[in-house]
């Protein structure tokens, strides 16, 4: 598993698939350490290297993973006499389902880090193409996730410094399966809604090509059923996911580009295996199961209460990918993959799939090149 960058495949079908052997002989930094410490204790030696590196921010959305990880680094920061971290949160207009400013305000107050607390503000500033995903797409290219232009404001005011971040919490603390069901009603029911739920690919990926669309499907299927229910299982075998190592490296680019230490407490091989130590054995725990775990009654309660979880998607489609759909001529993809009628077709409604995002992005970068190619191009494939 050597590739780290999304590959014309990947941005064509929208999804990133594949998982590393078990056996392989260099996993690189995504791993599980033993340990004899908890949790806590793990996490807070996780961030750490981050605080002795200011100015530490920590790029802050309210959510149960960078609250938590607000919570321990102010928590280890006091306790060592070093500065706070510096929380920076984006807040949206015309994004009802990312509002999460109650949240954030509640965990900014009960930590008290309000002082320095850094709020930026977007309409279409965040767009998959518009001013800040342009500079980052003219610097860097096409990375994965397509959203990581988020970050580059919060990167370029941690220049020299470091910055945290609540990454992996949805693979290390939460995964995709469901608690096993409570009842024989509800193991039918679910079967029930499942089958109803699955049109042809060719309806999934309306604009690639019928053997891609099926290509597709069959291996991110594959994938999602591949998840272990063990705990213990379940982190060793996201931590091997494409998905997430690519998700690791690109932004791992992005802060070394500016002399920032990124780091990714949730990801940390020792706090992973201070987690498997203690919660290996369970099957499907939940989320809010492991953070109470994890917290162990040492960190204010709104940091780890149940909440709903936000959506972002139109924080990313705005005005300039709009237009730029509404005017694309059919030019620039592979042919062999997606195929260009469907994909306009596809893109004369709004909102359009997220999963052509990265074509968005992709043929945009190729009508708006940089003066010189970020990177070298990965070459083609035809497969995930």
């Given at each position: 598993?050597?590739?780290?960058?999304?590959?014309?495949?990947?941005?064509?079908?929208?999804?990133?698939t594949?998982?590393?052997?078990?056996?392989?002989?260099?996993?690189?930094?995504?791993?599980?350490v033993?340990?004899?410490?908890?949790?806590?204790?793990?996490?807070?030696?996780?961030?750490?290297?981050?605080?002795?590196?200011?100015?530490?921010?920590?790029?802050?959305?309210g959510?149960?993973?960078s609250?938590?990880?607000?919570?321990?680094?102010?928590?280890?920061?006091?306790?060592?006499?070093l500065?706070?971290?510096?929380?920076?949160?984006?807040?949206?207009?015309?994004a009802?389902?990312?509002?999460?400013?109650?949240w954030?305000?509640?965990?900014?107050?009960?930590?008290?880090?309000?002082?320095?607390?850094?709020?930026?503000?977007?309409?279409?500033?965040?767009?998959?193409i518009?001013?800040?995903?342009r500079?980052?797409?003219?610097?860097?290219?096409?990375l994965?996730?397509?959203?990581?232009?988020?970050?580059l404001?919060?990167?370029?005011?941690?220049?020299?410094?470091?910055?945290?971040?609540?990454?992996?919490?949805?693979?290390?603390?939460?995964?995709?399966?469901?608690?096993?069901?409570?009842?024989?009603?509800?193991?039918?029911?679910?079967?029930?809604?499942?089958?109803?739920?699955?049109?042809?690919?060719?309806q999934?990926?309306?604009?690639?090509?019928?053997?891609?669309?099926?290509?597709?499907?069959?291996?991110?299927?594959?994938?999602?059923?591949?998840?272990?229910?063990?705990?213990a299982?379940?982190?060793?075998?996201?931590?091997?996911?494409?998905?997430?190592?690519?998700?690791?490296?690109?932004?791992?680019?992005?802060?070394?580009a500016?002399?920032?230490?990124?780091?990714?407490?949730?990801?940390?091989p020792?706090?992973?295996?201070?987690?498997?130590?203690?919660?290996?054995?369970?099957?499907?725990p939940?989320?809010?199961?492991?953070?109470?775990?994890?917290?162990?009654?040492?960190l204010?309660?709104?940091?780890?209460?149940?909440?709903?979880?936000?959506?972002?998607?139109?924080?990313?489609?705005?005005?300039?990918?709009?237009?730029?759909?509404?005017?694309?001529?059919?030019?620039?993809?592979?042919?062999?993959?997606?195929?260009?009628?469907?994909?306009?077709?596809?893109?004369?409604r709004?909102?359009?799939?997220?999963?052509?995002?990265?074509?968005v992005?992709?043929?945009?970068?190729?009508?708006?090149?940089?003066?010189?190619?970020?990177?070298?191009?990965?070459?083609?494939?035809?497969?995930?």
């Amino acid at each position: 598993m050597t590739v780290r960058w999304p590959t014309p495949y990947d941005l064509a079908t929208g999804l990133v698939t594949g998982v590393a052997p078990h056996d392989e002989a260099d996993p690189g930094p995504l791993r599980v350490v033993p340990t004899t410490l908890p949790p806590l204790a793990a996490l807070e030696a996780a961030v750490l290297p981050a605080l002795r590196r200011p100015p530490c921010l920590l790029s802050f959305s309210g959510g149960l993973d960078s609250s938590l990880v607000l919570a321990v680094a102010v928590r280890v920061a006091r306790r060592e006499g070093l500065p706070d971290p510096v929380p920076v949160t984006w807040r949206f207009t015309g994004a009802p389902r990312a509002y999460e400013s109650p949240w954030q305000d509640e965990i900014v107050r009960v930590l008290d880090v309000g002082r320095d607390w850094q709020i930026l503000r977007a309409d279409d500033d965040l767009d998959l193409i518009g001013p800040v995903a342009r500079r980052f797409l003219h610097r860097f290219g096409v990375l994965h996730p397509l959203n990581l232009h988020l970050h580059l404001p919060i990167v370029e005011l941690a220049a020299g410094g470091s910055l945290l971040t609540g990454g992996g919490g949805d693979q290390i603390l939460a995964g995709w399966r469901r608690p096993a069901p409570a009842s024989l009603r509800e193991a039918a029911g679910r079967l029930r809604a499942g089958l109803r739920r699955r049109p042809p690919a060719t309806q999934v990926f309306p604009w690639l090509r019928p053997a891609a669309a099926r290509e597709v499907r069959r291996a991110f299927r594959a994938e999602e059923r591949a998840e272990p229910v063990r705990l213990a299982d379940r982190v060793a075998w996201h931590l091997r996911r494409r998905d997430l190592r690519t998700s690791v490296a690109c932004a791992t680019l992005v802060a070394d580009a500016h002399d920032v230490r990124l780091v990714q407490p949730l990801l940390d091989p020792v706090f992973t295996g201070a987690l498997v130590r203690w919660a290996g054995h369970l099957r499907r725990p939940t989320r809010a199961q492991l953070l109470a775990g994890i917290a162990a009654g040492e960190l204010p309660a709104p940091v780890t209460a149940v909440r709903r979880k936000a959506h972002f998607l139109a924080v990313f489609l705005r005005s300039p990918t709009r237009e730029f759909v509404r005017r694309w001529d059919g030019d620039g993809v592979n042919e062999d993959v997606v195929d260009p009628a469907a994909l306009r077709e596809v893109w004369s409604r709004w909102p359009i799939p997220e999963c052509t995002a990265g074509l968005v992005q992709h043929l945009w970068l190729r009508q708006h090149p940089p003066a010189s190619s970020p990177r070298p191009a990965p070459r083609m494939e035809v497969s995930p």
